[in-house]
Structures are given as C-alpha cells and as structure tokens.
C-alpha cells in the first residue's frame, strides 16, 4: 500500500486479507473534500513543526534561539541538549521567517497499573434511587468509592463528552458535540453550588426527577428539561466564586468559544452550518457577545462546565477513572464549528465491511485533513487529549487506529467505496504521551477491526495498551500479552449473553440490521471453548465461567461489563 503526498492510499487489505484497490473516482472525491485541487500538482503545506524525544540530543540545523514554554531561552549552535524540558517550545533558526513548533515527549507514555481489575460501565445507565433517571457523577463517586473497597484499581466508563443543549439530545456518547466538555446531564443537581439552601425551590424537580427512575428506559428529553430548570434556578442565586473565574481563565478562549455555541445553539439550534452569517464562525461570533446580549448565557455554560469538573474531581479520587475518547465528533456541533477550517467537507469516516459488519460502517463524523491538522501544530489534538485526562487515570482511545489512517467515505456513496488516508501517527503518538506523563494517566487503544501491519507493535513501543476482546481472540487468555486491557465484549458488540443466548442477532434483524450468522456462530462457539460450558449451560453459568477465565490472562487490566 502507497499514499499519494495527501496520504490518500493506494488501497487496503480486508479484514479477510482481500485487495481492495482505491478508484480514481474515489480519489477525486477525497481530495475534493480536503480543498486540494485534484488536478494541481501535489504541493502539501510544509508545517514547521519537529518532534524531538526526551533526554536525546537532536540536530535541528540551526544556529537558532529556542523559546521554552516557561519563557526561558536556550541558544543553540545546531543541536538541541538533551536536557530540555518536556513541553512545547519555539525554535526560532537564524535567517527563517517563522518559528517552528518544537515537542519535547517521552518515548512512552505512562505505564498502567500491575495486574488490576475493575468495572467497565455506562455511566447514563448506572442509575439509583438518587439519580433522576440517568445516571451521574455521584453515581460514579459511589461506584468508585465501593469499588475501591472490594479491590477493584480502575473503573472504564463511556464518554460523558458534551451533547448540543437542545432537548432531542443525540443519546450515542460517540457522537459529541465537543469531545473537549461534558454533558450536564451527568450533574447531581444536589451537589451543586448553592443546592443545600435551596432544598424548598428545588423540591418538585427533584422528586420529578427521581420518579424517572420507575421507567425502565431513560426519557432523555425530560432528563434534560427537568435538570436545566433546575440548573437555572441554581445559577440565578449564583453570587460568584473565585474559583470560577480561576476556571475560566484556565481554559481561556477555548470554554468560553464553546459555552458561546451553546448560547447560540439555543437560539438557532444546534446545527452551526444553518446559523445566520454573522454566527457561523466563532471570531465574529465572540465578538458579537454583549452586542447580542449573550454574555450572561455563555457564563450559565461556563458555570455548568465548572460544576462538572468539580464534581467530576470527587468521583476520580477512590480509584482511576478511565475516560472513552470518541474518535470524532457531529459535522454541526461545537467542536466542529471552532475546527471548520481543518475539517474535510463532504466526508465521513467509518469501517470497511468485515465478518461482523458486511455492509461496512459510516459513522457519520467529519475527518480532520492530515496536512490541515499539522499545519495548525496539533492543536485540535493537543485540547482533545488534555480535556479527555483531566482528573482521568487512564484514557481508552475509541478506534486508535485512527492516529495512523482513517477510512473516509464521500457523502454519495457507500462504505464499500471508501479509502483509507493516512495521519503522522509518530507526532500525534508523541503529543499523547507527552500528555499522558502531565496527566498521570496511562492510555489504552481500542484496536479491533481492520488494523494495519506494524500499528500495533508502535502502539506498544509507546506503551499503548491493546484492547483484547474475548470475541477476537483465537490464543486462551493465560496467553494473552501483559500490554492489554482484557474483556469480554465491548460497548458495541453483544454481551455474553446476548451472544449465548442469540437474542443479539435476532435484535439486529428485527431492527433490519444485516448480522452475520457466522459471526453470531462464532462467538457463541468462542464462549462454549473458553468457558468450557455444555451447550445447554445457563447463562448465569457462561457468565461465571468465562470471567474466571479471563481472570488467568497475565494482562494489566482485566474488566468486567456491570
């Protein structure tokens, strides 16, 4: 497989090991999408932008000046010491007209714990008599906190990322309107500012909320109605808090662009494509602030993003907390809006089909353009990762292959037509560890599917946990690798037993999904051998026998679905 100097690839080998070659149409198509002209000569914008790894002297031609992010200064003859500091720095060469962006990152990045279980849940659905039918951040304190007790050292949870601020919320957590804030529908409205002397104001919300709990779904919308109300309440008696504007001033212009679209979100949806002009980009936007009368509102939203974080704080303190990262984020929501000029048009990423998925999948989220995304100096990347381990112990990286190529599909056609185009994954790898060590988190990359050569063995050599899923797996788990986060199944594929019992696969044709009942076979048969089961056992039984099993894998990290 080759790529063109856009990285659009040649073609791709299935995950059945077939060839599928990349058409010229398709070609076109992607290129288009990155604003390259497919008939120009390939000229890609050179970005001045050098990785450099910790404790190793690296000649970067100069003689130069190199401006520490703390302010300091090195001057340099032509090599960079190899005592500099991690962090991003400037190195500016003697007789060049811009700086270039110098990363200073460890090899690796933060090793897992030895040896440790833990629970893997959705947090939404970790509901108690407390929550008002869906589940939060006091939930998740509890579950931790009981956790804890019982031995358990992690706990995996879903993305709690941020949903645009309408009522018709999109439920799928892997599709966020910004993958850099959270979802206020994962606040306990109890433990908020200025909750304990509002106890008579809030009184019927909260037993409103409360009785959401006897529905056997969750009624999302009403989740939603009844916490801004009360939200709303909370924040009118809001007087202010040092610790607020410390927390907006932390995250500068990057909070305050997003409460903004949320602000406008609410006015003109949630969509910013169909926004009126003077909207549809945030530096005209942020300017129009108290012209439109809009800064209380983007405080409101500043606000709920400090609740959040505080009472996300709480919940991380009994044990590590590992965050889900989505790998991208909805065409019209808030994140896309500040990235709009990075972003590729008349695109979406996905999978190519495979044994279980034979029609392929588009997951409907716009790619960032690989040149577009280095000449920026990472930046959408860099407040990704940092948002996604804040007060987290370990990041799992929803699709990890997505650092080394993506399988972008044009609007017109199908997964079948898809191609591949390639990223830098040895910079974007270098920025997760370097984030990784400031977090003092460790990251796990979920690498399922159609995964190509040599991914895997860089993901390890920068210390990258493997995902190793039971329904993968051909070797028993005491033979799996130290390197991995081991589980039965995943937050997309079927329990144990719904795989036992079949009433996944008869689920997904009663909704016209197109399963296959060779793959349907072939983790029931999986289930059976590992577990060592009769065919007729109960699942209660399957259930048992197969955690036991994956109890002996010598892995980091063993979970269990909750």
């Given at each position: 497989m080759t790529a063109d100097p856009w990285g659009v690839t040649s073609g791709y080998n299935d995950a059945s090991d077939h060839w599928h070659a990349t058409s010229s149409a398709t070609r076109h198509a992607l290129l288009k999408a990155?604003?390259?002209?497919?008939?120009?000569?390939?000229?890609?914008?050179?970005?001045?932008?050098?990785?450099?790894?910790?404790?190793?002297?690296?000649?970067?031609?100069?003689?130069?000046?190199?401006?520490?992010?703390?302010?300091?200064?090195i001057v340099i003859d032509r090599r960079l010491p190899p005592d500099v500091p991690l962090g991003y720095h400037e190195f500016d060469r003697k007789g060049s007209s811009r700086p270039t962006q110098l990363v200073v990152a460890p090899r690796q990045c933060l090793p897992p714990p030895d040896r440790a279980w833990g629970w893997a849940a959705q947090l939404y659905a970790l509901r108690s008599r407390q929550s008002w039918g869906f589940g939060d951040l006091a939930d998740l304190e509890r579950l931790a906190d009981w956790s804890s007790q019982q031995g358990a050292r992690c706990l995996l949870i879903n993305p709690l990322c941020a949903a645009a601020p309408v009522a018709t919320q999109q439920a799928s957590p892997y599709s966020p309107t910004s993958r850099r804030f959270r979802n206020p529908l994962y606040l306990?409205?109890?433990?908020?500012?200025?909750?304990?002397?509002?106890?008579?104001?809030?009184?019927?919300?909260?037993?409103?909320?409360r009785a959401l709990n006897n529905n056997a779904r969750i009624d999302r919308p009403e989740v939603f109605r009844l916490k801004q109300r009360a939200c709303e309440l909370l924040w009118e008696r809001f007087q202010g808090d040092p610790r607020f504007d410390a927390f907006s001033r932390q995250q500068g212009t990057s909070l305050e662009q997003f409460a903004l679209y949320c602000a406008l979100a609410e006015q003109h949806g949630c969509d910013w494509r169909s926004w009126p002009a003077q909207y549809r980009r945030p530096e005209l936007a942020l300017a129009r602030i108290d012209i439109d009368g809009l800064r209380r509102r983007v405080a409101y939203h500043q606000w709920l993003q400090w609740q959040l974080d505080l009472q996300l704080a709480a919940a991380s303190k009994p044990l590590a907390i590992i965050h889900d990262l989505p790998i991208g984020f909805d065409a019209g929501g808030a994140d896309a809006w500040a990235w709009q000029d990075t972003l590729a048009g008349g695109v979406s990423v996905g999978a190519p089909p495979d044994l279980y998925n034979a029609a392929g999948q588009d997951w409907g989220l716009p790619p960032l353009v690989p040149h577009k995304l280095r000449a920026s100096g990472y930046v959408p990347w860099i407040e990704t990762v940092r948002a996604s381990l804040r007060h987290a112990g370990g990041l799992r990286m929803d699709h990890v292959m997505g650092l080394f190529r993506l399988f972008w599909i044009a609007h017109d056609d199908s997964p079948q037509q898809g191609a591949y185009v390639e990223y830098r994954a040895d910079e974007m790898l270098a920025i997760l560890a370097l984030e990784s060590h400031r977090a003092g988190a460790f990251v796990v990359g979920e690498d399922l599917g159609t995964v190509e050569p040599g991914t895997r063995s860089a993901l390890a050599s920068t210390g990258v946990l493997s995902c190793r899923v039971l329904w993968f797996e051909n070797d028993p788990p005491e033979q799996y690798p130290h390197l991995a986060l081991v589980s039965a199944s995943t937050h997309d594929l079927p329990t144990i037993a719904g795989a036992w019992t079949s009433s996944d696969y008869r689920a997904q044709q009663q909704i016209g999904l197109d399963p296959s009942a060779e793959g349907a076979a072939h983790l029931r048969a999986q289930l059976a051998e590992t577990a060592r089961v009769r065919d007729n056992a109960p699942v209660v039984e399957v259930i048992d026998r197969t955690y036991a099993a994956l109890a002996k894998a010598p892995s980091a990290i063993v979970t269990a679905m909750l």
């Open positions: 990155m604003g390259v002209d497919p008939a120009a000569p390939p000229h890609p914008l050179e970005a001045a932008f050098q990785i450099v790894y910790q404790n190793e002297s690296t000649d970067l031609n100069g003689p130069g000046v190199v401006r520490l992010e703390d302010g300091g200064t306990r409205i109890e433990r908020m500012a200025g909750a304990p002397e509002m106890v008579a104001d809030l009184g019927l919300l909260v037993s409103s909320g």
